[in-house]
Each structure stands twice: as structure tokens, then as C-alpha cells.
């Protein structure tokens, strides 16, 4: 079992940067993909960003890139979202999950709680 604990999230103005984390509990994330999704009010579930076991291939969606950067520490315990330039479209939760390397949501096994980022004009 693997269990999976979002931080970082908050309120920002349209512009500024927030930095998000994604901890394992009980166990590493060393033999897993991570990715981060997240869903606005009323949305369906939309991929942000992945990352595979080993840290070499990451791909993102076309409304984060060049703003969003998936990344995970040495030790693989911890992988982050660096989002900078935030729109106020980037209001969502944002859930962390891990699983396949993949933009499918349906790809993972274990979730997290999620966390709030607003993003104010």
C-alpha cells in the first residue's frame, strides 16, 4: 500500500508561484509513476503533469507548459509541482497519484486528499 500526502497549496494572485508536494507514507515512491491531476468546480478530472519511477521522462499538458515543472528528490520520496505565471483558470484541487507512467487518470492506484489552489485575478 502506498499512502500519499498533497501540501503546499493556497491562495496566490494571477502571476505568482506556488509550489506543491506530494509525500509518501509508509512507503517510498520508488517503484512508481506520479502524477498530479486536479478538478475545478464543476470539472471532470484533468491530467497536469507526470512523472516516471525513475525521474527520466516527464510530460505535462499544453495548458501548463513552460509554466508547470513536475519533479522528485533523490531519495524518490517526495515529488513536486513548481507552477509559476498561475492563471485563474489553475483554480482546482490538485490531487497527486501513483501508478503507471500516464496521462490517464485510471492509470493509478493510490490518491491522495488533495489540495486547494485559487488562483485570484
Known amino acids: 500500500q502506498v499512502q500519499l500526502v498533497e501540501s503546499g497549496g493556497g491562495l496566490v494572485q494571477a502571476g505568482g508561484s506556488l509550489r506543491l508536494s506530494c509525500a509518501a507514507s509508509?512507503?517510498?515512491?520508488?517503484?512508481?509513476?506520479v502524477g498530479w491531476f486536479r478538478q475545478a468546480p464543476g470539472q471532470e478530472r484533468e491530467f497536469v503533469a507526470t512523472?516516471?519511477?525513475?525521474?527520466?521522462?516527464?510530460a505535462s499538458a499544453d495548458s501548463v507548459k513552460g509554466r508547470f515543472t513536475i519533479s522528485r528528490d533523490a531519495a524518490k520520496t517526495t515529488v513536486y509541482l513548481q507552477m509559476n505565471s498561475l492563471k485563474p483558470d489553475d483554480t482546482a484541487v490538485y490531487y497527486c497519484?501513483?501508478?503507471?507512467?500516464?496521462?490517464?487518470?485510471?492509470?493509478?492506484?493510490?490518491w491522495g486528499q488533495g489540495t486547494q489552489v485559487t488562483v485570484s485575478s
Open positions: 497519484a501513483a501508478g503507471l507512467y500516464s496521462r490517464s487518470w485510471y492509470e493509478y492506484s493510490y
Open positions: 509508509g512507503r517510498t515512491l520508488s517503484s512508481y509513476a
Open positions: 512523472i516516471s519511477w525513475g525521474g527520466g521522462r516527464t
